[in-house]
């Protein structure tokens, strides 16, 4: 369904490009979801971008995005009207931004539908309470005639669900969509986004900080740090059998369910990107040697669909 293979973001600097992701390769098979997770300001964000043509700011997007037997890579901005929100669609953090504050929420998911769908405006707004409903929203067509800020967060989040299904996407990019939403509503919109899933056979791309939350949807996982895929695997796999320290890490910081934890543990230090030579988890592994500091490893396979780039592992 989608294959990315060696993508590449990078911006012009003082000192030459800034190097935002660099050769980051996955696929997602059609119905299954990837989890993306990794610190804040590892390029996840640039990477969704990337794959809907959205990189602004002189950024240089290189590699190939193979969807449905094209290359989105070489694309022209014509060519992503007709892909984004129609083949690729995505939900993020702040509904707020995507929505517009002075448009009733019901009138933006016909205007969504009449412009891709090519239908009238009141079969297409008969389309969008059905929408509002199949995403669990109590009332649809009164609610439809509410504006955005006249909703609660995990309604409005709802919303922008049912806004970016409204084309019945093949792939859906949510990027962090649970984050600003306490913990009882992030369970009902994770259910909800599964059930979506199965419905459609809908391919998803579920970027977040938090593993524990990639974990409740991921079929895989690919850990990224400073741009870089650092372990994928299969979601089981990378629990059961997790090999790169940063994963090791990541897993240590979750909440045990059977203990009540007062403090979690944290991995010390934070991502640094001005690291030219060798891993950049050196700063923060605790294994750390002469040869991680010079060296960066390469992302090899050590079973069957698991990678890992630590030298450690494949030494
Ligand atoms: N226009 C830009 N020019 C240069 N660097 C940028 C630009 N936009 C974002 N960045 C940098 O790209 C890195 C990755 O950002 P992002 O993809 O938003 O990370 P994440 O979503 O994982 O938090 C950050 O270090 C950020 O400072
Ligand atoms: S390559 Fe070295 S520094 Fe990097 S994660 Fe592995 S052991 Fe740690
Ligand atoms: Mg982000």
Request: aromatic share 4%.
């Amino acid at each position: 369904m989608l294959a990315v293979k060696d993508l590449k973001v990078s911006f012009p600097g003082p000192q030459g490009p800034v190097n935002i992701v660099r050769r980051l390769s996955y696929q997602i098979p059609r119905g299954e979801t990837l989890g993306i997770v990794g610190e804040s300001g590892c390029g996840k964000t640039m990477t969704s971008l990337a794959l809907l043509g959205l990189v602004a700011g002189g950024g240089k997007v290189e590699g190939t995005i193979d969807f449905g037997n094209r290359d989105l890579a070489k694309f022209d901005q014509r060519q992503w009207q007709t892909v984004r929100g129609r083949e690729i669609a995505m939900i993020f953090q702040e509904p707020m931004t995507a929505m517009n504050p002075v448009m009733s929420v019901g009138r933006q998911i016909a205007e969504v539908l009449v412009k891709h769908e090519k239908i009238g405006k009141a079969a297409a707004h008969g389309r969008a309470i059905d929408l509002l409903a199949q995403v669990g929203i109590p009332s649809p067509a009164r609610r439809a005639e509410d504006y955005p800020h006249q909703l609660s967060g995990g309604m409005r989040q709802r919303a922008m669900i049912a806004m970016a299904l409204a084309c019945r996407p093949k792939l859906l990019i949510a990027d962090e969509p649970t984050t600003a939403l306490d913990v009882t509503i992030q369970a009902q919109i994770l259910d909800l986004m599964l059930t979506l899933q199965e419905d459609a056979q809908m391919s998803i791309q579920f970027i977040s900080h938090n593993l524990a939350v990639v974990s409740e949807v991921a079929h895989a996982i690919m850990v990224m740090y400073a741009g870089k895929a650092v372990e994928y695997a299969p979601a089981d796999e990378l629990f059961d059998n997790p090999l790169h320290p940063y994963t090791q890490g990541l897993i240590q910081t979750l909440p045990d369910p059977d203990k009540r934890v007062e403090r979690l543990y944290v991995i010390p230090g934070r991502v640094t990107t001005d690291i030219a030579a060798g891993c950049r988890f050196a700063r923060r592994c605790p294994f750390a040697d002469d040869v991680c500091r010079a060296v960066e490893p390469e992302l090899l396979e050590v079973s069957p669909g698991h990678q890992v780039a630590c030298h450690k592992v494949n030494p």
